[in-house]
């Protein structure tokens, strides 16, 4: 009778703590939401105490690979006269893609890769070529169909600021293509050489993985007649002007100048346009030198 009374004693005991779960479970849900939280409670090696991280987008978590990648090159690299300087920036980066401070890394990438300019011009990292810390795509260094990374919300946010400015002045712009992937670009590639031949398509579309387009930092750029997008027909618009004159001060280089296609192997495209940054500033007061020139 003991033992009935014992188990009995038991068995009501887990029912309980059953029920007071599952109660605690859906009072829970019924305040907090059914949204998933936006940060995460993770060990960090570097502080060595529990950390409150940001859950990353998928575009964060491309982002935050491609940053890492570059890293792992830079990392590579040594400098007489800079090596305390590359040693505390090295550091810096560490912590903060330990913590995944997405918005904080492209900062000290730059900075790191500043400093190492000089020591190694050229690196090739998985498949991947970057000169002076510079992602470079062209039909000499090509992507694999593998590298996805979409549209590079760095670039996305400063496009948005210059269609702002833009609008200020009385210029509408609509960005008709950013971010392409192996598929799409291959597809595209194989048509227009089906429609034109493979000579004449050379001229104006990229081999698939070729193409800036994969790489997320390449923005197609129209005014408001959609019928001249990617049409020499731009060049002279208002839209195609302004681009022109304005479009280095929120980081954008015109890829394919004119007179530079034996350079960058494309024809003159008014509407092509490349996310680089800071150096789009001297670019722009070097006369706009195709990319290939101005990293040579």
Known sequence: MMKKNKAKRRFIA??????VITLMICIGRYWGGTSTPNTIAEFSPITEQIVEKPILTEKEVALLADYQAVYRMLNKQRSDGIENSVEELKLELDEKIANEEVADIEVVINKLANL?????????????????????????????????PGENPVAREAYDQ???????????LYDFSTYRSYTVQKGLYNRYVEQDGLDAANRYSAAPGCSEHQSGLA???????????A??????????????????KF?????????KE???????????????????????????????????
């Open 231 to 248: 049409e020499t027909t731009f060049d002279d618009t208002k839209e195609a002007i302004w681009l022109a004159e304005n479009a280095h």
């Open 14 to 19: 887990v029912v309980v703590m059953v029920v």
């Open 219 to 229: 923005f197609d750029i129209g005014g408001d007649n959609s019928a001249f997008f």
């Open 251 to 259: 980081g954008f280089i015109l890829r394919y100048p004119i007179g």
């Open 116 to 148: 190492l300019d000089s020591i190694n011009d050229e690196e090739l990292d998985e498949g991947r070529v970057y000169i002076r810390g510079l992602l470079i795509v062209n039909k000499q260094y090509c992507l694999k169909p593998s590298y996805s």
């Open 262 to 296: 034996a350079i960058t192997g494309y024809m003159h495209e008014s509407w092509h346009f490349r996310y680089v940054g800071d150096i789009a500033e001297p670019i722009f007061t070097q006369g706009n030198p195709a990319l290939e020139e101005y990293l040579a």
């Open 162 to 172: 210059m269609v702002i400015a833009a609008k200020a002045d009385g210029i509408n």
